[in-house]
């Protein structure tokens, strides 16, 4: 094992700075990096260090000039469920803004992806989500137009799509996701109220009806130190 006066600065004192933050409420300042700096003996280099790991973990965040406690991140489960019903369920307000809602022609990959022909019609869904006004998700869905144009007529973007499609009579049997982290891009990054530096949960998914006939691909960005995933394995 590694001796303590061995361990980084960096690192002992963001173990030091958790434990204040362990006797703190969320949104309640964090002492400033000049009398971190005094306390634990250290440079203020090495304070803002630490701090930046504590910002990226979620534990706390910027504030106009000041930093304070974060709230606790939102878990989601991984499921067929919307967003709006997870977001729900731990009683946190759900919201969406709409960024993009256009028609573009099916990539090869849409194209496979969707069971159709490269170059049709996919209606393409852009839009940030929201918890409790915060911006934490980054959200294009991707949907074969000639089976849910008639979305455009009838849907209010600032809602479940879920629930819309549901209410149109198409059940989500199956999906397919996979996770990995990514750094967004200036624009992802502008959108999410984020920078380039601060990592993001990426997800890919490729939803399936009851009859296996394919409903949506998504590509989804979160903020990382704002949201976390869980899923019930038996």
């Not at 203020?44 to 630490?50: C, F, P």
């Not at 504590?54 to 000041?66: A, D, F, K, S, T």
């Not at 934490?136 to 949907?143: A, F, P």
Request: aromatic share 4%; net charge neutral; hydrophobic share 40%.
């Amino acid at each position: 094992m590694t001796a303590p006066d061995r361990l980084p600065k960096p690192y002992l004192v963001r173990t030091a700075v958790d434990d204040i933050l362990a006797n703190l409420d969320e949104g309640d300042a964090v002492p400033p990096e000049r009398e971190l700096a005094v306390r634990f003996g250290v440079s203020r280099e090495t304070v803002r260090q630490a701090l930046h790991e504590l910002l990226v973990e979620g534990r706390i965040e910027r504030r106009g000039r000041g930093t304070v406690v974060s709230r606790p991140k939102l878990v989601q489960p991984l499921s067929l469920r919307s967003y709006t019903e997870g977001a729900r369920e731990r009683g946190r307000v759900p919201g969406r803004e709409l960024v993009t809602w256009e028609n573009i022609e099916a990539t090869a990959d849409m194209a496979q992806g969707l069971a159709i022909s490269p170059g049709a019609e996919v209606m393409h869904l852009e839009r940030v989500l929201l918890a409790d006004g915060q911006r934490i998700g980054l959200e294009s869905s991707y949907l074969p137009r000639h089976r849910f144009g008639h979305l455009t007529a009838t849907f209010d973007p600032t809602t479940s799509l879920y629930a819309a499609i549901r209410a149109g009579g198409v059940q989500f049997g199956s999906a397919v996701e996979r996770i990995e982290t990514a750094l967004p891009s200036p624009r992802e990054a502008a959108l999410l109220d984020s920078t380039t530096a601060m990592p993001m949960l990426l997800l890919n998914r490729r939803s399936l009806d009851t009859e296996g006939q394919p409903i949506e691909m998504v590509r989804a960005l979160y903020r990382g130190d704002r949201v976390a995933f869980e899923t019930l394995l038996s």
